[in-house]
């Protein structure tokens, strides 16, 4: 996924050292090209609405980089600070190499 973005010096490394320092307690996942390209679009979109099945595949994204259990709910709020804000983190990693 990463030299598909940035080129063939992805910086991987580094990136996981931030993605590290940013979540000391999780340690997540690279993401994947196709889980990148998802969040990509959602973000640039600017949506303030998270449909069931939008927040789904948020939250399956979250899941697998994370390595947690969270589930969709019903809060926006709490979806937001629990799932979208940390997504969005590791998105903002990609962005900025």
């Known amino acids: 996924m ?3 973005v940035l080129g063939e010096d992805c910086g991987c490394d580094e990136r996981k050292k931030t993605l590290n320092h940013l979540f000391p307690y999780q340690k997540p996942e ?6 990148f390209n998802y969040l990509d679009r959602f973000i640039k979109e600017g949506s303030n609405e998270v449909p069931p ?4 595949k948020l ?3 979250y899941n ?3 390595k947690d259990n969270a589930n969709i709910v019903t809060c926006g ?3 937001k600070n629990n799932v979208y804000n940390k997504l969005k983190r590791v998105h903002q990693e ?4």
């Open 2 to 4: 990463a030299k598909f």
């Open 77 to 79: 709020t709490c979806f």
């Open 30 to 35: 690279c993401l994947t090209e196709d889980e």
């Open 64 to 66: 697998r980089v994370f």
């Open 94 to 97: 990609y962005i900025d190499g």
């Open 59 to 61: 939250v399956d994204i």
């Open 53 to 56: 099945e939008i927040q789904q």
